[in-house]
């Protein structure tokens, strides 16, 4: 790795550690709100109803699994400069389901932020478990973040999962900027942004969301495809069509 690669990799890894954090700041400062973090050393006991414990779990949890995904950060970073460090990351057993339910919870303050839900739709019964690199966790993380972040506000993303004797296939379906089919392979490279996700004034990105995908499926050799359909509205004089995210994610 040359010089340049070295300092843009810092750059990069920087960007990303700072957005987890400013999550994290979010998570902690909403935990010590609920909490009444200002009455420490007052001796008063915490007494809240159902819903407020619900949501000190939820925040707990959050906390906890943007904790996890700081440390898969950190490993890609580990993986990237030198490739051979993938043989020494923990092969896991994972919950396809479940990393994604993790992701979508994660993500329930920006979702809430931009108005858009985020559904699942599944037959949970069906959990499959797969042997995966411990990055894996990152991967459902940056594709609903993608969704939520790019689409319109009071909008849905929907992610449907089918399984299959060999395989999951999930489907992520959102609203955002259109593609043109000259793009569509472009995303995956690293630094690249579609030329209407770059007229969003409220979007900033660095196009490294759907390149860490990319490294990460390979690895697992999941297939990945997507698909933007034509475009039939607009907003603030950007075209907007669906956008589809389809995986296969195959079964050992």
Same mark, same amino acid.
């Given at each position: 790795m040359s010089e340049h690669e070295h300092n843009d990799l810092v750059l990069e890894s920087m960007h990303e550690l700072r957005y987890f954090n400013q999550q994290l700041k979010n998570f902690a400062e909403q935990l010590s709100m609920e909490l009444q973090a200002d009455k420490v050393d007052q001796d008063k006991k915490i007494d809240m109803k159902s819903q407020q414990a619900?949501?000190?779990?939820?925040? &707990?949890?959050?906390? &906890?699994?943007?904790?996890?995904? !700081?440390?898969?950060?950190?490993? !890609?970073?580990?993986?990237?400069?030198?490739p051979n460090a993938i043989e020494?990351?923990?092969?896991? *057993?994972?919950?396809?389901?479940?990393? !994604?339910?993790? &992701? *979508? @919870?994660?993500?329930s303050a920006l979702s809430r932020k931009k108005k858009v839900k985020i559904q699942i739709k599944s037959d949970v019964k069906d959990n499959r478990i797969i042997e995966a690199y411990s990055i894996i966790d990152i991967l459902p993380y940056l594709l609903i973040d993608n969704a939520v972040k790019y689409s319109p506000e009071r909008n849905d993303v929907d992610i449907e999962f089918e399984y299959y004797d060999d395989c999951v296939k999930i489907d992520i379906s959102s609203e955002g900027p259109f593609v043109g089919a000259d793009?569509? *392979? @472009?995303?995956?490279?690293?630094?690249?942004?579609?030329?209407? &996700?770059?007229?969003?004034?409220?979007?900033?990105?660095?196009?490294?969301?759907?390149? !860490?995908?990319k490294y990460i499926a390979d690895l697992h050799d999941i297939v990945i495809n997507y698909k933007s359909e034509k475009y039939s509205y607009e907003i603030n004089g950007i075209p907007y069509s669906n956008f589809s995210v389809s995986l296969r994610i195959p079964l050992q």
């Open positions: 619900d949501r000190v779990r939820n925040l &707990a949890s959050s906390i &906890a699994n943007l904790s996890q995904l !700081f440390t898969t950060r950190i490993d !890609f970073i580990d993986v990237e400069l030198n020494q990351l923990p092969i896991q *057993k994972v919950n396809v389901y479940g990393k !994604f339910d993790k &992701a *979508k @919870k994660m993500l793009e569509i *392979k @472009k995303l995956t490279e690293k630094h690249y942004r579609g030329r209407n &996700a770059l007229r969003m004034d409220d979007c900033i990105g660095r196009g490294l969301g759907l390149y !860490f995908v």
